[in-house]
């Protein structure tokens, strides 16, 4: 006997990087503000750095549309790309080779180009080889993005929702913000696996489906999203 269940189509293509979609918050404010006066940074370098999740890449992509600078991927630097002529934001810049990102530091300097680096750590911290690299990332500017705080949590959940076009009904929301972890990629996976049954199975998702699906997400007793009852957002932290 043959199931007529059909199978899922994979319809999500990823994260949207728009400036409009990123939301400000206690968590990311200070970023946001250096971001905004790139011609303040010393030296004309910059670094964010945070977790895993945090949104630094977004925060480059939306420095990159407003400055017309270009993003470059730390562990596809090259030692002698030629430079855009508005500025560089390079993400995962700790895991560029050494002497590649060396040379773009001197580079965009001797330009007068703007650089940005994003990364989990420091640039101070970064376990570099190269004597004069660690000279000049201890010299940058770094600034940290936060955990993501509770006002920001509660404004992504349905967001993140909204990209894969899941609707949960309202009681259900509640119920998980009220018990899912306070961290962006725990709640990226928890919408991954309600993604999926929904797709599989075309109806709403209740609390008890909810429950079974993200067994080992969720927190039994206490509230992680907030201390206090969870209720949907009215208000979403202010856009960029």
């Known amino acids: 006997m043959h199931s007529s269940r059909q199978p899922a189509l994979p319809l999500f293509r990823g994260p949207r990087y728009v400036p409009a979609d ?30 895993a999740g945090c949104g630094k890449t977004h925060l480059l992509h939306v420095w990159t549309e407003k400055s017309g600078a270009m993003i470059w991927h730390g562990p596809d630097l090259r030692a002698f790309a030629d430079l855009p002529p508005d500025g560089i934001a390079v993400d995962h810049a700790d895991a ?3 002497t590649a990102l060396f040379h773009v530091l001197n580079a965009a300097g001797e330009a007068g180009l703007p650089l940005l680096l994003a990364s989990r750590a420091a640039p101070a911290r970064w376990p ?3 004597p004069d690299l660690r000279s000049r990332l201890r010299a940058i ?3 940290q993005i936060a955990p993501p705080d509770d006002l920001l949590l509660r404004a992504l959940l349905p967001r993140l929702l909204a ?4 609707r949960l009904p309202e009681p259900v929301l509640v119920w998980l913000l009220n018990r899912l972890p306070r961290t962006v990629p725990l709640l990226a996976e928890a919408v991954d696996r309600l993604d999926a049954v929904s797709l599989e199975h075309h109806r709403d998702i209740t609390v008890p489906m909810a429950r079974k699906v993200l067994a080992g997400l969720l927190a039994e007793e206490a509230d992680e999203i907030s201390r206090t009852q969870a209720v949907p957002s009215q208000e979403e932290p202010r856009l960029l």
């Open 22 to 51: 990123f939301l400000v918050s206690a968590s990311n404010a200070e970023a946001v503000v250096w971001l905004n006066k790139a011609a303040e940074w010393p030296g004309g370098r910059l670094a964010i750095w945070g977790e």
């Open 96 to 98: 560029a080779d050494e």
């Open 128 to 130: 570099v080889q190269l």
């Open 141 to 143: 500017t770094a600034v």
């Open 163 to 166: 990209e894969r076009l899941i």
